[in-house]
């Protein structure tokens, strides 16, 4: 199965609400990435984790770690109806002595007005 | 403006004809890579390239070419498609390899073989 995978697969909310999505993996990683897409676009970059830190801001998001669960969380605070996408994370580890990245399925938030 | 460019968008084809997706980056990137995107699968990697003329197999590389000749153009060829490989396709680039950098990602181009 997959190195990340997001839980849950989908979520709907309401404006103002908090969005929390949950990202588990397997082997053991250098870091984590959290990526956003709209609808049929590309992805873009959210935010990038590191193995040795815990918690990380970046305006509304905030990005936890914990590698002793192997599991990360990206939580949205006061969502907006344009948070509405699909949210992946992806894991970087070591893999036949490269670093490779993998993404997971993703989680499609809908956040209504 | 920086950014990583895709063309075309959209293309439909039938069985067997060959087809090439440019990608092009404007960041100086060493490394590029082409994902696909298929519902309920996440993003697979396809074929990646850590500088000019190296490159690699992904996780799904099968009926699929790539090359890197120029810094900057990583084109996925596909030499005789099928409808397996009807997909949303990305091409992404970044500083260095693997996930230690964030990845920059094109626009996508909607593949539909019949």
């Known amino acids: 199965s997959q190195q990340g995978e997001e839980d849950p697969q989908a979520l709907s909310i309401q404006e103002g609400e908090n969005a929390t999505m949950n990202c588990s993996y397997k082997?053991?990683?250098?870091?984590l990435q959290w990526y956003r897409q709209n609808s049929g676009r590309g992805l873009v970059h959210l935010i990038l984790?590191?193995?040795?830190?815990r918690e990380k801001h970046s305006g509304r998001l905030r990005v936890t770690l914990d590698t002793s669960k192997k599991s990360s969380s990206l939580l949205i605070t006061a969502s907006r109806a344009a948070d509405t996408a699909s949210y992946f994370c992806?894991?970087?580890?070591?893999?036949?002595?490269?670093?490779?990245?993998?993404f997971g399925a993703g989680t499609r938030l809908a956040v209504h007005p | 403006e920086a950014q990583v460019t895709q063309n075309p968008r959209y293309l439909i084809t039938v069985t067997g004809k060959k087809l090439t997706v440019t990608c092009s980056q404007n960041m100086n990137h060493e490394y590029m890579s082409w994902y696909r995107q298929d519902p309920g699968l996440g993003l697979r990697q396809i074929y990646y390239?850590?500088?000019?003329?190296?490159?690699d197999k992904g996780d799904v590389p099968e009926g699929y070419k790539v090359s890197r000749k120029e810094k900057r153009n990583f084109p996925l060829i596909l030499e005789s498609p099928s409808p397996n490989q009807t997909s949303l396709y990305f091409c992404?680039?970044?500083?260095?390899?693997?996930?230690?950098?964030?990845?920059?990602f094109g626009p996508g181009t909607r593949l539909t073989v019949t």
């Open positions: 992404a680039s970044s500083p260095g390899t693997g996930g230690r950098y964030e990845q920059y």
């Open positions: 390239s850590m500088n000019v003329e190296v490159t």
């Open positions: 984790i590191r193995s040795n830190e």
């Open positions: 082997t053991s990683i250098n870091n």
């Open positions: 992806a894991t970087d580890f070591i893999s036949g002595g490269y670093n490779k990245l993998i």
